[in-house]
Nanobody, 120 residues
Framework: QVQLVESGGGLVQPGGSLRLSCAAS????????MSWYRQAPGKERELVAA????????NYADSVKGRFTISRDNAKNTMYLQMNSLKPEDTAVYYC?????????????WGQGTQVTVSS
């Protein structure tokens, strides 16, 4: 069965760092675009970063450029998000997403989320 499990969240002070992990199973990880989303209380879920399965191209939200780094290890079926210089506005539940689009069908999977809180 398809499963995405996030880990690594927690409480950190402004300016600190966290590394999130997303462990995937039940599908061919290497063929999926992987992304991190986040959702703060009362806000819409937003894309934070994405990494493709071919060439490992990356895309970041403007708000996290230069601070966050997305990566993946296909041998371990794991995606990571290194978060540096964290700000209070980064506080949110962070979700792992796996997506694959074909001509007739789209596959889209989500993890349960991990809480990141940036506060003094």
């Amino acid at each position: 069965q398809v499963q995405l499990v996030e880990s690594g969240g927690g409480l950190v002070q402004p300016g600190g760092s966290l590394r999130l992990s997303c462990a995937a199973s039940g599908f061919t990880f290497s063929t999926y675009v992987m992304s991190w989303y986040r959702q703060a209380p009362g806000k819409e879920r937003e894309l934070v970063a994405a990494i493709t399965n071919v060439g490992w191209n990356t895309n970041y939200a403007d708000s996290v450029k230069g601070r966050f780094t997305i990566s993946r290890d296909n041998a371990k079926n794991t995606m990571y998000l290194q978060m540096n210089s964290l700000k209070p506005e980064d506080t949110a539940v962070y979700y792992c997403n796996a997506n694959r689009r074909g001509y007739l069908k789209e596959y889209d999977y989500w993890g349960q989320g991990t809480q990141v809180t940036v506060s003094s």
